[in-house]
């Protein structure tokens, strides 16, 4: 039995050549989004299909802007949460004799699953966004042969969760989570071969963004991120399971909390940012394999910033 584990997060002190990273910084402020052509209220369906190629503005094609998932404003408490494919998830499943699936998102795309709540007036505001249990699961089960996972971006891919939280007089409280970006797993039943492949040509984002405002009063912001993605292959037998990441473009993951006012709280919290696993319960090889190019750069961050200013 081989089993292979990697997972990459916020290591203190850790080096890029131990991480098998060879770009690592700071992440960069997104560019305009799908949902800035929304209007709010909107909830967007994703989709769980056995269907295979996929292609994610397909999916989206309710809106020409390719968004799913969830975006709502209010002058109060506002809540954002996609937890299930009528809110936005996207799930592609199949059991079979042989197993492939491919997620596709090609160049001329710009596709988001996004939890985004906006809650702004005078008095005390609280904005909450959510992507529960994964915004994009793939899954395979091959019973009698091999299996292959494909996901393959070449586009923009933004997954989101977004809290903005804007009180004039009141406080502010913003809570932003996801709770799983790119999840793939595969299991092979027969003594076969299990791959996993996740291929990114372009912008990958996946973060959790809160933002509390509140100038005459308390402002608490949260952002958590909870494993960005996760690649799993499983023979149960003998055969090889592979798990492959490779990156050409640039893959962003990131929780930034920001909170202004006459007191502040701001905590950002990053789990796992790349988490790989490979097991063969007979003879072959568990194989975890991450390349970045000398052209492709992969920023994992998690950044708190709070500033406070007490008037007499």
Same mark, same amino acid.
């Given at each position: 039995m081989k089993t292979s584990h990697r997972r990459i997060a !916020?290591?203190?002190?850790?080096? !890029?050549?131990?991480?098998?990273v060879t770009a690592l910084g700071i992440a960069s402020p997104a560019t305009a989004a799908p949902h800035d052509a929304l209007a709010a209220p909107t909830t967007n369906s994703g989709t769980s299909t056995t269907a295979s190629p996929i292609d #994610?503005?397909?999916?989206?094609?309710?809106?020409? +802007?390719?968004?799913?998932g969830v975006y709502v404003t209010n002058d109060g408490a506002t809540t954002a949460l996609v937890n299930s494919t009528a809110t936005g998830w996207v799930r592609?499943? /199949? @059991? +079979? $004799?042989? %197993?492939? !699936? @491919?997620? +596709?998102?090609?160049a001329a795309n710009s596709a988001e699953i996004g939890a985004i709540a906006?809650?702004?007036?005078?008095a005390t505001q609280t904005a909450n966004a959510t992507i529960s249990s994964v915004a994009i699961r793939q899954t395979g089960s091959a019973t009698t042969g091999d299996g292959v996972l494909n996901i393959n971006?070449?586009? =923009? /891919?933004?997954i989101d969760a977004l809290a903005n939280a804007t009180a004039s007089t009141g406080n502010a409280n913003a809570n932003a989570s996801v709770q799983g970006g790119i999840w793939q797993t595969l299991t092979v039943a027969a003594d076969a071969d299990g791959t996993v492949n996740l291929t990114n040509a372009g912008t990958l984002t996946i973060?959790? %963004?809160?933002?509390?405002?509140?100038?005459?009063? *308390?402002?608490?912001?949260?952002a958590t991120l909870d494993t960005a993605i996760f690649q799993g292959a499983? %023979?149960? $037998? +003998?055969?090889?399971?592979? =798990?492959? #990441? *490779?990156?050409?473009? =640039?893959?962003?993951?990131?929780?930034?909390?920001?909170? @202004?006012?006459?007191?502040? #709280?701001?905590?950002a919290n990053l789990t796992t940012g790349i988490w790989q696993s490979a097991s063969v319960t007979g003879a072959g090889d568990a194989t975890n394999n991450l390349t970045n190019s000398p052209t492709g750069v992969i920023n994992i961050t998690a950044a708190a910033h709070a500033t406070?200013? &007490? &008037?007499s």
């Open positions: !916020l290591l203190t002190g850790a080096s !890029l050549s131990a991480l098998g #994610l503005c397909t999916i989206g094609a309710a809106t020409a +802007d390719c968004f799913m592609q499943n /199949l @059991t +079979d $004799g042989t %197993v492939e !699936l @491919t997620i +596709d998102n090609p906006t809650a702004s007036g005078a971006n070449g586009g =923009t /891919l933004l973060e959790a %963004v809160a933002n509390a405002h509140a100038p005459s009063g *308390t402002a608490n912001a949260i499983f %023979v149960n $037998g +003998d055969g090889n399971a592979v =798990t492959n #990441l *490779t990156n050409t473009g =640039t893959i962003h993951e990131a929780a930034s909390a920001n909170a @202004t006012g006459s007191s502040a #709280l701001a905590s406070g200013c &007490r &008037r």
